[in-house]
């Protein structure tokens, strides 16, 4: 049975090479406030992974692309970010070296290099970035999500363990068609972010549940949603031109996109 078990998650590994672009959206509290987008290919004996994203809305204008590397296995071997956040250009690079990886941080007027300690399972992961989210799923399929570790682009750089916990498989539709969905649970940084793949390890959708951010691939919905998207409406008020009471019912929820 073991073995058995090994040879569909290496199996799920080599069907890893195939990625047609795919589009994302990004909303917080179910009002869109951005996009971005993911391709996944196969690149001598590893795999190329492009990706960018954008957000546009009070108090946070972000932007970035993204190239990169992995290994057969899927480990990091090189990570590249430029960018802007609110303005101010960003770039930030990380690649292995020996039994290290270095990361590379410019961000106002800055150069920071940070020596990260070496794990063969790590993903690199900047904020609303859905390749770091699909290596991870990629990781995690192929070695039981064990052992995988977070490389966060912040402040000077850091390595931290991921924690994934696996959740009940749930429904959903992805252009109109339905198909089964894989939930997990991610704690990160001191943070927690649902994920959501299809049965074959791709992207589906990620909530940030603390912030209210989701990204969610175009064409896919969860059904039921996990989360309510926003607060719901406040019930009409009674009215006071007839004397009637109110009927105290709320208007529907606002269905998720």
């Known amino acids: 049975m073991k073995l058995r078990i090994l040879g569909i998650a290496f199996a799920m590994l080599g069907s890893?090479?195939?990625?047609?672009a795919q589009s994302f959206l990004?909303?917080?509290?179910?009002?869109?406030?951005?996009?971005?987008?993911l391709s996944w290919a196969r690149s001598g004996n590893g795999y190329g992974i492009t990706s960018n994203a954008s957000i546009n809305m009070t108090g946070l204008n972000l932007s970035f692309s993204e190239?990169?590397?992995l290994g057969a296995h899927l480990n990091l071997r090189s990570m590249q970010i430029n960018g802007q956040v609110n303005g101010t250009p960003v770039t930030v690079g990380v690649?292995?070296?020996?039994?290290?990886?270095?990361m590379k941080i410019f961000a106002n007027g800055q150069h920071i290099n940070t020596p990260l300690a070496f794990h063969a399972r790590t993903v690199f992961l900047p904020d609303f970035d859905p390749a770091g989210l699909q290596a991870m799923l990629r990781l995690g399929a192929a070695y039981n999500n064990a052992h995988i570790w977070a490389a966060i682009p912040k402040q000077t750089g850091s390595i931290v363990p991921m924690q994934i916990a696996t959740d009940?498989?749930?429904?959903?539709?992805?252009?109109?068609?339905?198909?089964?969905?894989h939930h997990?649970?991610?704690?990160?940084?001191?943070?927690n972010i649902e994920v959501f793949s299809s049965t074959t390890g791709d992207l589906l959708q990620a909530e940030w549940t603390s912030e209210g951010f989701a990204l969610v691939r175009?064409?896919?919905?969860?059904?039921?949603?996990?989360?309510?998207?926003?607060?719901?409406?406040?019930?009409p008020p009674p009215s006071a031109q007839n004397?009637?009471?109110?009927?105290?019912?709320?208007?529907p929820q606002q269905q998720p996109q």
């Open 26 to 37: 990004i909303s917080q509290n179910g009002k869109s406030v951005g996009s971005a987008t």
């Open 243 to 251: 004397g009637q009471q109110g009927t105290g019912q709320q208007q």
């Open 168 to 181: 009940a498989d749930m429904q959903g539709t992805l252009g109109g068609r339905g198909i089964g969905v």
């Open 184 to 191: 997990f649970t991610v704690t990160v940084n001191g943070g």
């Open 67 to 69: 190239t990169g590397y």
């Open 218 to 235: 175009q064409g896919f919905i969860l059904t039921p949603p996990k989360h309510p998207i926003g607060a719901p409406p406040p019930p």
């Open 16 to 20: 890893a090479g195939i990625c047609s």
């Open 95 to 102: 690649q292995s070296s020996g039994q290290q990886y270095l």
